[in-house]
């Protein structure tokens, strides 16, 4: 199994920064799939953008040109880089991996959460 811890989440006005990261508890690159979700009140969780162990990424719309989801692979930790916040990108924010496991199937994992607060 597959440990993932979240930090960085925080309260930030419009138009401002933030970086989440997600510490894994085994190598990033033991690891096919890390994405970042997010989840409002009163609404779904969502994807917020992906990325691969073989380099390739992918985003939502509506973060596209903000956000820029990166892997360093010598500390096992996943990033968030989101820039020009706006009050609808409150949420909590979860990180998720997917991974293969011998004899078992693919599994999938999830850290507990950070809060994101855009807020003036």
């Known amino acids: 199994q597959v440990e993932l811890v979240e930090s960085g989440g925080g309260l930030v006005q419009p138009g401002g920064s933030l970086r989440l990261s997600c510490a894994a508890s085994?190598?990033?690159?033991?690891?096919?799939?890390m994405s970042w979700y997010r989840q409002a009140p009163g609404k779904e969780r969502e994807l917020v953008a992906k990325s691969t162990n073989e380099g390739t990424e992918d985003y939502a719309d509506f973060v596209k040109g903000r956000f820029t989801i990166t892997r360093d692979n010598a500390v096992n930790t996943l990033y968030l880089q989101m820039n020009n916040l706006k009050p609808d990108d409150t949420a909590i924010y979860y990180c998720?991996?997917?991974?293969?496991?011998?004899?078992?199937?693919?599994?999938?994992?999830w850290g507990q959460g950070t809060q994101v607060t855009v807020s003036s």
């Open positions: 085994t190598k990033l690159l033991d690891i096919a799939l």
């Open positions: 998720k991996a997917v991974f293969w496991i011998t004899l078992r199937g693919w599994r999938n994992s």
